[in-house]
C-alpha cells in the first residue's frame, strides 16, 4: 500500500530575474535535498514541476521549474505551496517527526488533562513550536517543542504528552 498524503516541501516566493527562475523556498532539512523529490506538486495536484536548482538568494535557493519560461509565469505561481506524496519522503529516526504528522495531534499533560490540539508547527529560528488550540479558548497557546516540553510523541495513539513550561497553560 502506497500513502499519496501531500506534505508540503517549499513554496516559490516570485520571480528571480527576468527569464523564468523562481525564488524557492525549501522546508525540508538541507534545502538543497527538495529538488531530489521532484516532481513536485501544487496542492491541487494540477501543476507538476521538475527543478533545477541554480543558485542561493537572502532567505531561499533560485531555481527553473519545468513549464515556466518567463517572469510572469514565475510571478504568478508566488505563494504557490509546493508537495511530494509522503511515500517519496525518507523514514525518519524515532525522535524526529514530519511536521504533518504532529497537526491535529491531542495534547494532554503528563497528569492527562486535556491541554488542547496541535494547529500548526512554527518555526522562527531557535526551536519548533507547537501551537495549540486550547479547549474554551480562542486564543492559541505556543508550546516549545522540546525533549523537555513534550517528552512524548505517541503517533500511533494520536496523542502528545507535554510537560509545559510554568505558566504556559
Known sequence: MTDNTLIC??????AFGV?????LKSFTATPEDIAGYAPL???DRAHRF??????QTSGALTAR??????KEQADSLRGTRLYVPRDRLPALPDDEFYHADLVGLEVFDTGGTPLGRVHAVLNHGATDLLELHAPGQSETVLLPF????????DLAAGRIIADPPEGLT
Open 50 to 55: 521538475d527543478v533545477t536548482l541554480t543558485g
Open 9 to 14: 516541501v517549499g513554496a516559490l516566493a516570485g
Open 19 to 23: 527569464k523564468g527562475e523562481v525564488r
Open 146 to 153: 522540546t525533549r523537555e516540553a513534550v517528552p512524548t510523541v
Open 65 to 70: 521549474l519545468s513549464g515556466v519560461a518567463t
Open 41 to 43: 506538486l501544487s496542492e
